[in-house]
């Protein structure tokens, strides 16, 4: 799954996608209402892609938490993390990330990751990466070939004019030295 720019701020409901950056921060877009603020540096900003899980043997990022949901759901919400209990989140985890760690993961992490992944699924955000490349190949299009006589007019533009020579002011008695 690729997560670029999609971040959490400490203090916000939701998750937020990057629009550009700014001097002291960042602007972001909120995926819940659609609506834009600014993101200062003194705030607490968690990009997605850098958030891991933890496991028995190593920390698995939540890009790839995210895919094996998503395979689970078949590309649909999971559990509402308001509705669903504690130990219904840990078991549908434990579905698809049999070794996460239950001692270093806690309750409210469940709730968050699947909230997340609750929106974001709900936004059409979470894309298998083949799908992403297909997309893409769709999107580019083959350059379109120029007539010889619009590349000559191209070739003729794109070579540089003599530079004039500076001209003396108006008014003025002095002549231009080469």
């Not at 971040?7 to 002291?24: E, H, N, R």
């Not at 603020?37 to 003194?42: I, L, V």
């Not at 698809?96 to 709900?122: E, H, I, T």
């Amino acid at each position: 799954m690729d997560l670029s720019g999609i971040l959490a701020i400490g203090g916000y409901p939701g998750l937020f996608k990057m629009v550009s950056q700014m001097k002291t921060g960042l602007v972001v877009e909120s995926l819940l209402d659609g609506k834009r603020m600014p993101a200062y540096s003194t705030q607490k900003i968690l990009a997605l892609e850098d958030i891991s899980i933890y496991t028995d043997e190593d920390d698995v990022p939540l890009g790839d938490v995210f895919t094996l949901l998503f395979k689970k759901t078949a590309g649909k919400a999971g559990p509402n993390h308001k509705k669903a209990s504690v130990a219904e989140l840990s078991d549908f985890l434990a579905s698809v990330l049999p070794n996460y760690d239950k001692d270093r993961v806690y309750n409210s992490d469940l709730k968050k990751l699947f909230q997340w992944f609750n929106l974001l699924a709900g936004k059409g955000l979470l894309k298998e990466k083949e799908e992403e490349k297909e997309e893409e190949k769709k999107a580019k299009k083959p350059a379109n070939k120029k007539s010889p006589a619009k590349a000559d007019k191209n070739a003729k533009a794109a070579t540089p004019k003599p530079k004039s020579e500076p001209k003396a002011k108006k008014g003025s008695t002095k002549k231009v030295i080469k």
